[in-house]
């Protein structure tokens, strides 16, 4: 052999046609022992360096400062590369005598943590995009360490606890919607509402992009929804006329493709027969996008449909009246629809329908997370 070469397992080389298969195995494992014996010397490194330097605190029970070493307590650490043994430093307080850890906080380590960040991330991705217990199965086969199914849900919960949504939205245009998810003690469930903003995002790909911001998520009552409208104050909020937000300070949109949706269920109400209703709908998806004439032809329409006997759909539409064209005669509307926001419904009815019942808090965790990092780019 040549100076600096060295020695491969012959194991390597048995099977026939596998040997990169092979090779990387051998060399993955020796990488992630090395990474474990570098983690734990680089870790005692900066522990001796800072208590050296006078980094050693004081004790918590008497606050005394007059420390000694007392030698180094193990520890464990879960990883996606497998389990660390890490060693923390112990001091004894001169004064009463106390045993303790004093670089607990400043090497991040607290007593409670038994898993990295990194791993609970990678745990976190797959549990609010799959089930639990898949999450936990996938983990265990992508990595070299578990995670149980109760302990990513855990996980999430904490994570779901500690996101605060942002306070501001300048002169963005706002977007609201619920949902139903199978969730709590109803029969139908209990409602999701979302909202969101949205702006045009740059050109990628030769095709325009959506920027979209998480502004709120709950589950169940309303109320929440409708404190943080008040307390963000929007310039403009674009709604499909199921919330209640009459006395949200704001230039309110009617989505009109909710408009012309909607009104198909007040025309079979009023037994208006199967392809009239098309037609119906037809006319007023032309009215609601013609800027000149529009607002005239909506009240003529509604005229129309009363004279016909027609109240519920005149109704429905009669009540929209004053916020069907606020995005013509108010500008910074970005969008006049929630169509941004439907394709955020599209992935939340995936995730929350899963053939079972959820918790009522179960089930906003997982989404309050997806949405932060789907959205917001980050768990903070």
């Avoid at 330097?53 to 606050?63: F, N, V, Y």
């Avoid at 497998?82 to 004093?102: E, N, S």
Wanted: one cysteine or more; glycine letters at 6%; a positive charge.
């Amino acid at each position: 052999m040549l100076t600096g070469e060295h020695r491969l397992p012959e194991t390597i080389f048995a099977p026939e046609g596998n040997v990169v298969n092979r090779l990387f195995e051998v060399l993955l494992r020796d990488a992630d022992q090395a990474l474990a014996m570098m983690f734990s010397d680089t870790l005692k490194r900066i522990q001796n360096t800072w208590f050296a330097t006078g980094h050693r605190g004081s004790c918590p029970s008497c606050s005394c400062d007059l420390l000694i070493r007392k030698g180094w307590r193990n520890r464990v650490l879960k990883t996606s590369r497998g389990t660390l043994g890490v060693a923390v430093l112990q001091a004894k307080c001169k004064i009463c005598g106390r045993v303790f850890r004093p670089m607990n906080e400043l090497i991040g380590l607290p007593f409670a943590r038994r898993v990295l960040d990194e791993f609970i991330e990678k745990a976190i991705h797959l549990g609010i995009n799959l089930s639990f217990a898949k999450s936990a199965d996938l983990l265990k086969h992508l990595s070299s360490s578990t995670l149980s199914a109760e302990g990513i849900r855990n996980k999430i919960a904490q994570v779901a606890a500690s996101i605060e949504f942002s306070a501001n939205v300048d002169k963005a245009t706002v977007l609201i919607d619920s949902t139903k998810v199978k969730a709590g003690n109803k029969d139908r469930g209990a409602s999701v509402h979302l909202a969101i903003t949205a702006e045009q995002g740059p050109q990628q790909a030769g095709r325009s992009t959506i920027r979209k911001r998480l502004l709120h998520l709950s589950v169940g009552s309303e109320d929440p929804l409708n404190a943080r409208l008040r307390d963000l104050r929007p310039a403009h909020l674009v709604y499909d006329g199921g919330s209640h937000v009459g006395d949200i300070p704001a230039h309110k949109q009617r989505c009109r493709w909710h408009l012309v949706h909607q009104l198909k269920h007040y025309l079979w109400q009023d037994g208006v027969p199967f392809d009239l209703r098309g037609h119906c709908q037809e006319v007023l998806r032309h009215i609601l996008w013609d800027k000149k004439l529009g607002k005239k032809r909506f009240k003529h329409f509604i005229n129309e449909l009363a004279a016909l006997g027609l109240e519920k759909s005149a109704t429905h539409l009669r009540q929209a009246s004053n916020e069907a064209f606020t995005h013509y005669d108010q500008p910074g509307f970005a969008y006049s629809t929630t169509t941004p926001l439907e394709r955020e419904m599209r992935e939340l009815n995936r995730r929350a329908d899963v053939g079972a019942r959820w918790s009522v808090k179960g089930i906003e965790n997982v989404l309050k997370v997806l949405f932060q990092l789907r959205l917001n780019k980050s768990t903070a």
